[in-house]
């Protein structure tokens, strides 16, 4: 039996930068280290424009220009004891191919786009099949079939002649998920995709994805904006802020401990977790541009904690551990204690 790593899914020391015509450096991934356990769920939370889905894309390397991975590691550990180091792989290369929808598939955030519009819903599924399976015609037909069935898509015999327009919101995201996970990949990494559903879909798609998880032993790197949905989902959280993870522990200790003043901001804002005040608390003000990045912590502008001449000078602070599997990026840790 080969060895198998505990984890994945190692990034080490990401960065993805994106350059203007104007001759600006925008780093949305700005030296991100984090790891995916086999068989758990990783969260990555932050506010719009945080990095979350440009982290998820480089991990696939489906960064287009004017973006590039400019430094870092991702080292993706296989049930067979091979690591494969993703950002060294040729754009072209058959092991690049091998990992893009056979060892790591992505769900989507809008699953129209995700589609093509002018396939069957069965053809897209089994072209999947046959891409990255060694399956008769036959044998993929009866595979989507039973992926359709599993995701909860009635009758899914009839309906993979139809197309993503008859389908409803809630469907098209279950066909996106049955696609994901129809060549049982060993990383599901799942871009939002609860965002365009109302309050009762995503219940079920979020019930869907965890119980499929679980039966099918994937580790998933679920991104999301939404701590509600982090409580419900995840074993373990790393909270980004402007291109940074700023704090990252179990899912436990963030929901019930939290040290960094913007996860603290974000868990006062959620319904029910505030006091009995007319108005939801917010966090001031809004993630700054990537061409306005302020010196120091990047969130002091916005932090009810700031002090000046500590917080708005230098570079931005790196994680440091507060307590075992906690760590933090804030230079004011030791007094801040989520409270």
Do not use: W
């Amino acid at each position: 039996m080969p060895d198998i790593a505990e984890n994945v899914l190692e990034v080490r020391n990401l960065k993805t930068y994106f350059y203007t015509h104007d001759g600006f450096e925008l780093p949305a991934v700005d030296g991100v280290t984090f790891s995916v356990k086999r068989g758990k769920i990783l969260a990555v939370v932050g506010e719009s424009g945080c990095g979350k889905s440009v982290t998820a894309y480089s991990v696939l390397r489906l960064i287009q220009k004017p973006g590039q991975i400019v430094d870092g590691e991702i080292l993706l550990h296989t049930s067979d004891g091979q690591t494969i180091d993703i950002v060294s792989l040729s754009e072209r290369s058959d092991e690049l191919f091998h990992v893009r929808g056979g060892l790591v598939s992505m769900i989507f955030q809008e699953p129209m786009t995700a589609l093509s519009p002018v396939h069957s819903i069965g053809n897209q599924i089994t072209e999947a099949i046959l891409l990255h399976q060694d399956v008769t015609k036959a044998q993929a037909r009866q595979i989507t079939v039973d992926i359709l069935t599993k995701v909860g898509i009635p009758g899914a015999s009839e309906r993979t002649g139809q197309y993503p327009h008859e389908f409803s919101g809630g469907m098209r995201q279950r066909v996106v998920i049955a696609m994901a996970l129809v060549c049982k990949p060993q990383l599901l990494i799942a871009d939002e995709p609860t965002t365009a559903l109302d309050v009762t879909l995503q219940a079920q798609v979020l019930k869907l994805i965890k119980d499929l998880q679980a039966d099918l032993g994937t580790s998933v790197l679920f991104i999301t904006h939404d701590l509600a949905v982090v409580a419900q989902m995840a074993d373990e959280v790393a909270v980004m802020y402007l291109g940074r993870i700023v704090e990252q522990s179990d899912v436990r200790t963030v929901m019930k401990n939290p040290r960094h003043p913007y996860t603290i901001g974000l868990l006062k804002s959620l319904p029910g977790v505030s006091t009995e005040a007319e108005r939801l608390p917010s966090i001031e003000g809004t993630v700054p541009s990537l061409t306005e990045i302020p010196p120091g912590c990047p969130f002091h502008p916005r932090c009810p904690y700031a002090v000046s001449g500590t917080c708005d000078v230098g570079g931005p602070p790196e994680l440091q551990r507060v307590a075992e599997s906690h760590s933090i990026a804030c230079v004011r840790a030791e007094e801040i204690n989520g409270k």
